[in-house]
């Protein structure tokens, strides 16, 4: 057979050079007939293995040569984690664009999608957070979110990503502290004349109570911006300003708090560094890798001086081709980030310069200017972008063998406490969340070395309904449905945990050895009561009591709190679903499709109770009769519960 497929390759000339593990693999009919359509235009390509996961996305000026260049012999310059890469491809997709910017863009969002093992990509990237001013609600505030809304096009400002999500919160008290925003209350306008706490103690302007007209406070909103774009001198010349003509208008109590913002900015100022003659906005990007482990390291200078830094960890990534990690991490941190400036220092040339800096300017609206400094002082600041992240990474690599050392006491105190055959590595829990037997659910979380893993995290909507609740037959299903099915076949769930563990008591327990039996699997299995953290083991009548300060007690514990978290977070979740389709329904004239649609607008039925009639209007497929049909009924039912 293997010879009469080489045979058929032999009259396909484009393929004649085709490596000879692709004429053993059993995938090489599929990819000989996508490698053959592929078009000679630009567009992404997504490479999946044999499970169906995409592997690896990539973007090309013209995807049938660089798709082939794959599957061509493979030089000594071919890095090894492209060599494993394509030796795991079984099928290949493709999406055509009509320019090579177009496939940036796609491609940057598909790999935030999918992930794929094979590509540098931005570590827990979704959970970033960002400062944003709402400039479109009539008072805005400074807010913390972690993510940007509707792609920035909302008309509200924001600033990030950052990593240190203590840091933002403690730039936002600073605002608060110095500029006196943003109000207790989210809408001033509803106070009701009521002062909020935070203006009695002197952290609040008073729009709540009609302290400070809007056009006052729309200034101070303006320098908290400036304030966050760095540009403190500036902000510095427009408080001054604002201070002396309080003073000629007799305003003293202004002035006077105007006096205490520029005192607080020029402190602010002092601590930061000139690092740099040119007085232009800078972003500078450095990467180090070491075992596996990789670091971006960014200076941000605004106007010549340093105003911060960040790191970022990075996944997929080697000291195989630092080129191509700094390349995809600029396109993945400036396809999120909130603001471009005008030149990017790297330490390395990248192979897309002229389409990223195409791409950027688009972003920014002005030239951006992408370079790779060899001598003067932007070389230096890279070198020093350099030290900070090798630093970052000596600092990560300590605090691994330490947590390390830890873990493995933790769990090995747990094995000799459970008698276990060795040492779980992997552990599974099991939790049931319901009120009654309503909207009934169960939880699944898996804990690798200690820490919680939770992109193997399970919820289940029970189906099993009942006349009475009952746990056990829930229990039963879930770890059935664990135990058979899709989830056992995925790649993640294929092999069963070293420990598995459940929410309860013996009841629980005997379930869970009722459905492993039936099912012939061979797992350690245990269960632990809350009320007095007892263990219960198969066989043994009673249950194993581990010292209070045992390490291997608090490892039981954090896991049995996270999977009762996750089952009640979902629990809740669900019933708050049907209660607000439940009052929703209630209002004449709103059918499921407009609940439908005020939810996807709004997010949650609080919000929808504190719009306007107008912001209620804008929402999709409503009307003004509507509208007012829909404020009316919440009003009068919160109006009821008061």
Request: charged residues 30%.
């Amino acid at each position: 057979m293997e010879k009469e497929i080489v045979e058929e390759i032999d009259l396909f000339d484009p393929l004649d050079s085709l490596e000879s593990w692709v004429l053993e693999s059993k995938f090489f009919v599929t990819l000989k007939d996508k490698l053959a359509a592929l078009p000679a235009r630009p567009g992404v390509y997504l490479m999946k293995n044999a499970l169906g996961d995409v592997i690896y996305v990539g973007k090309a000026v013209v995807l049938k040569n660089r798709v082939r260049s794959y599957f061509q012999k493979l030089g000594k310059d071919v890095s090894n984690k492209v060599r494993r890469m394509v030796h795991e491809v079984a099928d290949i997709e493709w999406i055509v664009t009509d320019t090579e910017l177009e496939a940036l863009i796609l491609e940057s969002n598909l790999i935030k999608k999918y992930r794929p093992h094979y590509n540098v990509r931005l570590k827990d990237d979704k959970s970033y957070p960002y400062i944003c001013i709402t400039l479109n609600e009539r008072f805005p505030r400074p807010i913390f979110l972690r993510k940007i809304k509707f792609e920035g096009k909302d008309g509200n400002r924001y600033f990030g990503p950052y990593t240190d999500s203590m840091a933002v919160r403690e730039t936002l008290r600073l605002i608060r502290r110095v500029f006196g925003v943003p109000c207790g209350y989210k809408d001033p306008s509803q106070s009701k004349g009521r002062a909020c706490l935070y203006y009695h103690i002197g952290q609040c302007l008073g729009p709540c109570n009609n302290s400070i007209s809007e056009e006052e406070y729309a200034q101070v909103i303006r320098d908290v911006i400036l304030f966050l774009e760095g540009r403190q001198e500036k902000l510095l010349k427009e408080l001054q300003h604002q201070m002396e003509a309080a003073s000629e208008k007799l305003l003293f109590e202004k002035a006077a708090r105007l006096r205490d913002q520029i005192q607080a900015v020029q402190r602010i100022i002092e601590r930061q560094k000139i690092i740099s003659t040119a007085m232009v906005d800078q972003d500078v990007v450095a990467i180090v890798t070491d075992n596996g482990n990789a670091v971006a390291q960014m200076f941000f200078i605004r106007n010549g001086k340093l105003i911060g830094q960040e790191h970022f960890m990075l996944e997929g990534t080697s000291g195989d081709d630092l080129s191509e990690g700094v390349q995809e991490f600029v396109k993945q941190y400036y396809q999120a980030a909130a603001y471009v400036p005008k030149e990017i220092l790297l330490q390395c040339e990248i192979d897309e310069l002229e389409i990223i800096e195409s791409w950027l300017r688009q972003k920014r609206g002005t030239k951006v200017e992408i370079s790779h400094p060899v001598r003067g002082e932007k070389r230096q600041l890279v070198e020093m972008a350099e030290t900070n992240a090798e630093a970052i990474l000596d600092q990560l690599r300590k605090k691994v063998e330490a947590d390390e050392a830890y873990i493995t006491i933790e769990l090995g105190e747990l094995q000799q406490a459970l008698d276990l055959p060795k040492l779980p590595r992997r552990i599974e829990c099991y939790d049931i969340s319901n009120i009654m037997g309503t909207e009934a659910v169960g939880s699944l979380v898996v804990f690798e070395n200690g820490r919680p893993k939770k992109s193997d995290y399970r919820r289940f909507k029970i189906k099993y309904t009942p006349e009475r609740p009952d746990d056990y037959a829930m229990m039963r299903e879930v770890l059935a449905r664990r135990l058979t099915g899709q989830l056992r076949q995925s790649e993640k769930f294929a092999e069963l945990p070293d420990l598995l563990m459940v929410d309860g008591g013996k009841g629980q327990l005997g379930i869970a050895v009722e459905v492993l039996d039936a099912l012939g699997e061979d797992v350690p299995v245990i269960g632990l009561a809350k009320e007095y953290e007892e263990v219960f083991k198969p066989g043994e009548s009673d249950p194993r009591l581990l010292p209070r300060n045992s390490k291997g007690l608090h490892v039981l514990q954090r896991i049995r709190d996270e999977a009762h978290r996750f089952a009640v977070e979902y629990h809740r979740k669900l019933r708050s679903k049907r209660m607000t389709r439940s009052i929703l329904a209630e209002i004449p004239g709103i059918g499921k499709k407009r609940r439908s649609a005020l939810l996807k607008h709004f997010g949650s039925l609080k919000r929808i109770r504190e719009a306007t009639i107008e912001e209620l209007e804008q929402a999709p497929t409503m009307t003004r009769p509507a509208a007012e049909a829909v404020f009316s009924y919440l009003q009068m039912e919160t109006s009821g519960k008061n």
